[in-house]
């Protein structure tokens, strides 16, 4: 007001030195008249205090409201005319703190009527505000008491754990108090004045119930933590969980663990008021699901309520953390709704333990209820008993899930008694049974003992009888060893014989083939194919040992082709047929040989025609390769060996610098032993007439 009031003053006197005089005076008449004028009543019905009175509930008709999205006005801005006209009356608007970034201002008039014997305090009941700044003297801003959840529980100016403000009154006076406010989350203004004397008797009967409230669920948990010990039954461990996570997020609801369990640390707080709510779940599912068998008796839900809290879970975690959207109610209907219709499903199925937790559970979906309408602003059924009816719901809760947990235990032992009695019947019967037994054992033994000594006889009887005939079994393998000895004497002569034979006839074939009296399938018996053709060529040509051609090295391995030689020093290949006669022949090594024997065996008078007849070859080629054994044959008497063989004759190397000696011809058509037949008729004959 100064300000405009400077203002108005130099207006009034610069207009005042003109002609215009006169309008000067009257707008300056006018400004002064805004700027003194006091500001309009406020929209808040004041609220009437009186000595016979301890206690007033603050309802929206008695305070007006003010939303500071930016957060950053002060007291002085909130009082100007244009500011103090925005004060809305919370009757005619919803009461919730929508907006968590915002700031919002409270106004409150209080008239005390006549003297007021005791101190009046202003209680808020939400203990989770972040900021609660009271300015219990309008005109002095410095006096403002500053506290909040997000300050050390030691910023309060008296250790209760809801916000409790004193209030200056003075008899027979109308004051006007204000309040910033600040939540990380959608909350309603919820107050109430007392004096000294109503907050002692509040103390006394509040923390009195509080105090048989958690005494009741850690007289749960210890006992039913005694049991799990005894017992090592899981079930009662997943309840103590569950009963653990109830305390938690009481502590943090009712504001009693920020002021005796971590005073000093509201971010622990605030930790607290965001996990508690996704713990309680989990461990409430964890819990019931194993307490109704869920699993095995209902194997295709199961899965799916699983995953729903597990979701759930962690949209209320998000929800807390970032989205802030304040349906975190609405995110426990849908796995506490898939809870109880498991539980009825169960219970339906003859699981009678199940009627006690659908019982438990719908008293605490009642006190969810009024706490839902009390979030909402809905204040209609807000009183006492729907405050703490939550309170009560988790007590009879933890009271029904315990003897509904003992009535499980009974049933599973009565269960395991009639099983047992079962067993003790079945045990009965079997040592009936085995009575019998060893009766007839008995009897057996008897029988057994006679069948034994007749078998005793007998066998007695039968072992003499084989001890005779084990004599004269002997005798005969005695004849026989002679036998034997004689026969291996015989088979010995008989093996040299055919040993000597064998020489004999090997000798005669080889003489055969010297004296030139075998035709083609003779021969064919001694090199009856390629494969013989080649090791017999090998042997021949490297019979006085291995060595490289190209570095003369004397170690050699197998290479590829049949017979092959590779050197190991210079991998040069050299196979058995290279630098001899038979180096480049297109047909059959077998021919080739037998062409050889006769070429030899006649002196080289061997016409190509008979040759081509007898091997089945074109005249050509049998001309050509006749032509190549004459020339070896004649280099071979040159050097006039004394053991001349026609087999000397293959390890001609001159022969392997000539060219190829033709193509392959047809194989040998089914008149080829016909016509080697008749040349042997008439080789025959030509010996005789040489003879």
Same mark, same amino acid.
């Given at each position: 007001?100064?300000?405009?009031?400077?203002? *108005?003053?130099?207006?009034?006197?610069?207009?005042?030195?003109?002609?215009?005089?006169?309008?000067?005076?009257?707008?300056?008449?006018?400004?002064?008249?805004?700027?003194?004028?006091?500001?309009?009543?406020?929209?808040?019905?004041?609220?009437?205090?009186?000595?016979?009175?301890?206690?007033? #509930?603050?309802?929206?008709?008695?305070?007006?409201?003010?939303?500071?999205?930016?957060?950053?006005?002060?007291?002085?801005?909130?009082?100007?005319?244009?500011?103090?006209?925005?004060?809305?009356?919370?009757?005619?608007? %919803?009461?919730?703190?929508?907006?968590?970034?915002?700031?919002?201002? @409270?106004?409150?008039?209080?008239?005390?009527?006549?003297?007021?014997?005791?101190?009046?305090?202003?209680?808020?009941?939400?203990?989770?505000?972040?900021?609660?700044?009271?300015?219990?003297?309008?005109?002095?801003?410095?006096?403002?008491?500053?506290?909040?959840?997000?300050?050390?529980?030691?910023?309060?100016?008296?250790?209760?754990?809801?916000?409790?403000?004193?209030?200056?009154?003075?008899?027979?006076?109308?004051?006007?108090?204000?309040?910033?406010?600040?939540?990380?989350?959608?909350?309603?203004?919820?107050?109430?004045?007392? !004096?000294?004397?109503?907050?002692?008797?509040?103390?006394?009967?509040?923390?009195?119930?509080?105090?048989?409230?958690?005494?009741?669920?850690?007289?749960?948990?210890?006992?039913?933590?005694?049991?799990?010990?005894? !017992?090592?039954?899981? *079930?009662?461990?997943?309840?103590?969980?569950?009963?653990?996570?109830?305390?938690?997020?009481?502590?943090?609801?009712?504001?009693?663990?920020?002021?005796?369990?971590?005073?000093?640390?509201?971010?622990?707080?605030?930790?607290?008021?965001?996990?508690?709510?996704?713990?309680? +779940?989990?461990?409430?599912?964890?819990?019931?699901?194993?307490?109704?068998?869920?699993?095995?008796?209902?194997?295709?839900?199961?899965?799916?309520?699983?995953?729903?809290?597990?979701?759930?879970?962690?949209?209320?975690?998000?929800?807390?953390?970032?989205?802030? %959207?304040?349906?975190?109610?609405?995110?426990?209907?849908?796995?506490?709704?898939?809870?109880?219709?498991?539980?009825?499903?169960?219970?339906?199925?003859?699981?009678?333990?199940?009627?006690?937790?659908?019982?438990?559970?719908?008293?605490?979906?009642?006190?969810?209820?009024?706490?839902?309408?009390?979030?909402?602003?809905?204040? =209609?059924?807000?009183? !006492?008993?729907?405050?703490?009816?939550?309170?009560?719901?988790?007590?009879?809760?933890?009271?029904?899930?315990?003897?509904? #947990?003992?009535?499980?235990?009974?049933?599973?032992?009565?269960?395991?008694?009639?099983?047992?009695?079962?067993?003790?019947?079945?045990?009965?019967?079997?040592?009936?049974?085995?009575?019998?037994?060893?009766?007839? @054992?008995?009897?057996?033994?008897?029988?057994?003992?006679? @069948?034994?000594?007749? +078998?005793?006889?007998?066998?007695?009887?039968?072992?003499?009888?084989?001890?005779?005939?084990?004599?004269?079994?002997?005798?005969?393998?005695?004849?026989? +060893?002679?036998?034997?000895?004689?026969?291996?004497?015989?088979?010995?002569?008989?093996?040299?014989?055919?040993?000597?034979?064998?020489?004999?006839?090997?000798?005669?074939?080889?003489?055969?083939?010297?004296?030139?009296?075998?035709?083609?399938?003779?021969?064919?018996?001694?090199?009856?194919?390629?494969?013989?053709?080649?090791?017999? +060529?090998?042997?021949?040509?490297?019979?006085?040992?291995?060595?490289?051609?190209?570095?003369?090295?004397?170690?050699?391995?197998?290479?590829?082709?049949?017979?092959?030689?590779?050197?190991?020093?210079?991998?040069?290949?050299?196979?058995? =047929?290279?630098? *001899?006669?038979?180096?480049?022949?297109?047909?059959?090594?077998?021919?080739?040989?037998?062409?050889?024997?006769?070429?030899?065996?006649?002196?080289?008078?061997?016409?190509?025609?008979? #040759?081509?007849?007898?091997?089945?070859?074109?005249?050509?080629?049998?001309?050509?390769?006749?032509?190549?054994?004459?020339?070896?044959?004649?280099?071979?008497?040159?050097?006039? =060996?004394?053991?001349? %063989?026609?087999?000397?004759?293959?390890?001609?190397?001159?022969?392997?610098?000539?060219?190829?000696?033709?193509?392959?011809?047809?194989?040998?058509?089914?008149?080829?032993?016909?016509?080697?037949?008749?040349?042997?008729?008439?080789?025959?004959?030509?010996?005789?007439?040489?003879?």
């Amino acid at each position: 007001m100064r300000p405009t009031f400077a203002i *108005t003053n130099t207006f009034f006197r610069s207009a005042c030195s003109g002609s215009w005089r006169w309008v000067g005076a009257v707008l300056c008449c006018l400004l002064w008249a805004q700027a003194t004028a006091t500001a309009p009543p406020g929209p808040e019905k004041p609220l009437s205090v009186s000595a016979r009175q301890e206690e007033v #509930l603050i309802l929206p008709p008695n305070y007006s409201v003010l939303e500071d999205p930016s957060g950053r006005m002060t007291l002085t801005d909130v009082q100007l005319g244009v500011n103090a006209a925005r004060f809305v009356a919370g009757s005619s608007i %919803s009461t919730n703190m929508q907006h968590t970034g915002a700031a919002y201002w @409270l106004r409150l008039t209080v008239q005390a009527r006549g003297p007021l014997p005791q101190h009046w305090y202003l209680e808020l009941y939400d203990s989770h505000l972040s900021e609660v700044v009271f300015f219990p003297d309008p005109a002095d801003p410095a006096s403002a008491v500053h506290t909040g959840a997000d300050r050390s529980f030691l910023s309060r100016p008296y250790g209760y754990k809801n916000f409790l403000l004193r209030l200056p009154l003075r008899a027979n006076e109308t004051q006007t108090y204000y309040l910033r406010l600040q939540a990380n989350s959608k909350t309603s203004f919820l107050a109430r004045l007392r !004096t000294e004397q109503g907050l002692v008797e509040r103390f006394q009967q509040e923390y009195g119930l509080l105090g048989g409230f958690y005494g009741i669920l850690l007289i749960m948990v210890v006992y039913n933590l005694c049991l799990y010990f005894f !017992t090592h039954e899981q *079930t009662y461990l997943r309840y103590v969980l569950y009963v653990l996570s109830c305390s938690l997020v009481f502590l943090s609801e009712d504001g009693l663990g920020f002021q005796y369990l971590w005073p000093d640390h509201p971010w622990f707080n605030q930790l607290v008021i965001i996990s508690s709510a996704p713990l309680l +779940l989990l461990t409430f599912s964890y819990y019931a699901r194993h307490f109704l068998d869920a699993p095995q008796r209902l194997p295709h839900y199961d899965p799916w309520v699983r995953n729903v809290v597990l979701l759930s879970a962690a949209a209320l975690l998000l929800d807390a953390l970032w989205w802030q %959207s304040d349906l975190s109610f609405w995110l426990y209907l849908l796995p506490y709704g898939m809870l109880f219709v498991a539980a009825m499903r169960v219970w339906r199925g003859g699981f009678r333990p199940a009627r006690f937790f659908l019982l438990s559970h719908t008293l605490v979906v009642v006190s969810v209820g009024f706490l839902i309408l009390r979030k909402l602003g809905i204040d =209609t059924f807000t009183n !006492t008993f729907t405050v703490y009816s939550m309170n009560a719901a988790f007590v009879l809760e933890v009271v029904i899930l315990s003897y509904a #947990l003992g009535e499980k235990i009974k049933g599973i032992q009565d269960a395991t008694l009639r099983a047992q009695q079962r067993l003790v019947k079945q045990l009965r019967k079997k040592h009936e049974v085995q009575e019998q037994l060893v009766e007839q @054992l008995r009897q057996n033994d008897e029988l057994k003992d006679q @069948l034994n000594t007749e +078998l005793e006889n007998l066998v007695a009887q039968r072992t003499e009888e084989l001890r005779q005939q084990g004599e004269t079994i002997a005798a005969q393998n005695r004849e026989l +060893l002679q036998a034997n000895g004689l026969l291996a004497l015989q088979s010995a002569a008989i093996e040299k014989l055919n040993g000597d034979l064998q020489r004999d006839l090997q000798k005669a074939q080889a003489a055969r083939v010297l004296a030139q009296e075998v035709d083609f399938g003779e021969f064919s018996q001694i090199y009856p194919d390629k494969e013989a053709c080649l090791s017999y +060529l090998a042997d021949l040509k490297w019979a006085q040992g291995y060595r490289c051609r190209k570095c003369s090295h004397d170690n050699y391995c197998e290479g590829r082709e049949p017979h092959s030689r590779r050197c190991t020093r210079c991998r040069y290949v050299e196979s058995a =047929t290279a630098y *001899t006669l038979l180096q480049k022949c297109k047909f059959p090594i077998t021919k080739a040989f037998y062409a050889v024997f006769l070429l030899h065996t006649h002196k080289g008078s061997y016409s190509a025609q008979e #040759l081509s007849r007898v091997l089945d070859l074109r005249r050509a080629t049998c001309w050509s390769f006749s032509q190549k054994v004459l020339d070896a044959m004649r280099r071979q008497a040159g050097e006039a =060996t004394e053991d001349d %063989s026609w087999t000397d004759l293959l390890l001609d190397d001159t022969a392997a610098e000539t060219d190829e000696i033709g193509e392959e011809e047809a194989t040998m058509t089914p008149g080829l032993s016909r016509k080697v037949e008749t040349w042997a008729g008439k080789a025959k004959t030509s010996e005789k007439k040489m003879g």
